[in-house]
């Protein structure tokens, strides 16, 4: 039951992140697989069932752009962040550090 708990506790503190992982790498422009392989590599593992409606959403905030690559045999749709996302993400990495530095000093250990 406790292992439970924490796994709930531990998706919703990541469901923030993979927005801002997903804005920060999508500073160079990706499409969806290659972006959940570049977020598992980084430490935000998603599900794929997540992320595509997460970037359906960015896209129709205005924080993502996309256009389809239809250069190769199987159309593919690419993604890059706004100037809009940059600002969103810039934003967010230092809401990110102050809740880090806040966090540590609750445990009094360095960040």
Known sequence: MIQDEFETHLQELRRGTVVLAS???????????GLLEQLAAAGFPTDANTLYPLL???????????????????PRKFYRT?????????????EVAAIAAATSDLTGTEH
């Open 23 to 33: 804005l920060q790498l999508l500073r160079t422009p990706g499409y969806g697989y």
């Open 82 to 94: 706004s100037a809009a996302g940059i600002r969103l993400a810039d934003t967010l990495t230092h």
């Open 56 to 74: 359906r959403r960015l896209e129709k905030q205005g924080f993502l752009e996309s256009e389809w690559n239809t250069d190769e045999a199987r």
